[in-house]
């Protein structure tokens, strides 16, 4: 039988916020599983794009030279985004979808720098993104 902690004020207290921030976030939820959805058709398209690259550094001699695609996740920053990373060795780019139809692409940067330059798209503009 698992112990519980002893609820008291700050429990509550931060029951009570949260509940406030709930009730704020709540009707964004649909948007934000757009957004989702819309991150894992961009995340698809660009795995394939990479395991295009990966061939081409093989077939050229250099297998080493592979890039990660992370999985789709809530965003670091934004409360109403999702985002994916690809990354190789300190080098980074990070795709955020967020839930009011944009994408924005991050970098490409070095890990533990400044980020990159951001450039923003709106979800239709699929041609452009790719």
């Keep these: 039988m ?7 004020p700050l429990a509550g207290r931060l029951q ?9 976030e709540a009707p964004h939820l ?24 990966h061939t081409g ?5 250099a297998p080493h ?5 992370g999985k789709t996740r809530l965003d670091d920053k934004h409360a ?3 985002q994916f990373e690809l990354r190789r060795g300190r080098h980074q780019a990070i795709v955020t979808v967020k839930s009011r139809g944009e994408v924005t692409l991050v970098g490409p940067f070095r890990s533990g720098k400044t980020e990159g330059p951001c450039r923003s798209f709106p979800y239709d503009a699929e041609e452009e993104l790719h």
């Design 80 to 82: 109403r985004a999702v």
């Design 16 to 24: 009570d916020i949260g509940r406030r921030i709930g009730a704020r």
């Design 2 to 8: 698992a112990s519980q902690p002893p609820a008291g």
């Design 57 to 61: 550094a093989r077939e050229a001699g």
């Design 30 to 53: 649909e948007a934000l599983k757009e957004a989702g959805e819309q991150a894992e058709r961009l995340r698809g398209a660009i795995v394939l794009g990479v395991e295009g690259f």
């Design 65 to 69: 030279l592979h890039v990660e695609v």
